[in-house]
Each structure stands twice: as C-alpha cells, then as structure tokens.
C-alpha cells in the first residue's frame, strides 16, 4: 500500500497520482490512497494516522513539494521508507507568503492558509528530530531547475539518505515522474 501526499494547493487527483495508479493498476497486489488533504497540518496528520490505523502501515509514503514534508514526517515518525520529491524542508519559511485566501490547482476551490499553520508545521519538524534521523529511508528526487525551491543543501541536510538524485529540465512539477516509477515499483518489491 502507498499513501500519496499532495503538494500545497493540490490535490489528490493530480496528474502524478493519476499517473502511478494508472501504470500500478496492474499490479492488483498494490493500492494506493491518495486524497485530498486538508489544509490543516494537524489534520492531515490525524488523516495519515486514521488511515494507517485502519488499513495497516503503508509499505512506502510518496509526497510532492510540501507534500514531501508531509510524507518525510510520516517516515520518521512512523518507520515507512519515503520517496520525496521536491520536497519542501522548511514550509513554515517558504509559505509564509501564501498566508490568505488561495485556489486548488485543480478545482479552482478557494481555501484559507493560516499563520498557524505555519507554526504548526515548524513544530512538526522538530518532532521529526525527537524521531531520529532516520535518513536511510528517505530517496530524494530533486529538480535542478526547481523555480520555487532550492535543493542544493539537501544532501548535506539528510546525510545517510537512502538516495538523492537531481534531474535537469523537470522544474518544481517535476514533468520527469515517469522516469522515477520503475523506482518507486523497485522499492515495493515489484
């Protein structure tokens, strides 16, 4: 089982969902849960622990920019090997200008993004650091030319991470995800 997390303004329905569950659909010893998050953090953690208290621990997390954060939080604190891409390593930072009222890629939905949220996602972070560093389960798949994040720190960030690889031409919707499937198929055993 893979639990996906969406990035910010996303959703579950996303053309890098779409695509994995349409290229694991035939595969029947595989699912993947993918919804759409609520903007909350807290509750988007109470989702991930419902859902895993439900269905059993996902063999493996994905999650896309701030839904990086989400799915390396999940590794951490929960032992679930993770694939990030362009993962968002400090949110409470680079979303602090998207306080207000904003729009779901997808649907056009409006939502709220609060300051409070951004607290709660710098306490998140440090509960990653009471977990353990726990690098080895986390593989990184990281655009050069991201133009809304900055990766280059990342390996001196998460040393010990199971793999970091940069890509060139994908920008921060990371347009090369095909490529990263038979990846992501090996790390399920499949």
Avoid at 169 to 184: D, K, L, S
Wanted: charged fraction near 25%.
């Amino acid at each position: 089982m893979i639990f996906y997390f969406h990035g910010f303004a996303s959703s579950g329905n996303s053309w890098k969902v779409q695509y994995l569950k349409k290229h694991l659909e035939k595969n029947t010893a595989v699912t993947m849960t993918a919804p759409t998050l609520p903007v909350n953090p807290e509750e988007i953690v109470a989702l991930f622990e419902r859902h895993t208290a439900e269905n059993g621990k996902p063999r493996l997390v994905i999650g896309s920019s701030l839904g990086g954060f989400y799915a390396r939080y999940a590794a951490v604190c929960y032992d679930i090997p993770a694939v990030l891409i362009n993962p968002s390593i400090t949110p409470w930072f680079t979303l602090a200008a998207c306080v207000g009222i904003n729009n779901r890629y997808y649907s056009g939905e409006s939502f709220e993004w609060k300051k409070e949220y951004l607290d709660t996602l710098k306490k998140m972070d440090d509960k990653t650091k009471t977990c353990g560093s726990k690098h080895h389960l986390l593989h990184f798949f990281l655009a050069e030319d991201d133009e809304i994040l900055d990766h280059k720190k990342i390996p001196g960030l998460f040393p010990g991470a199971a793999s970091i690889r940069f890509f060139d031409n994908c920008e921060h919707g990371f347009t090369r995800f095909p490529e990263i499937v038979p990846e992501i198929e090996k790390l399920l055993g499949i």
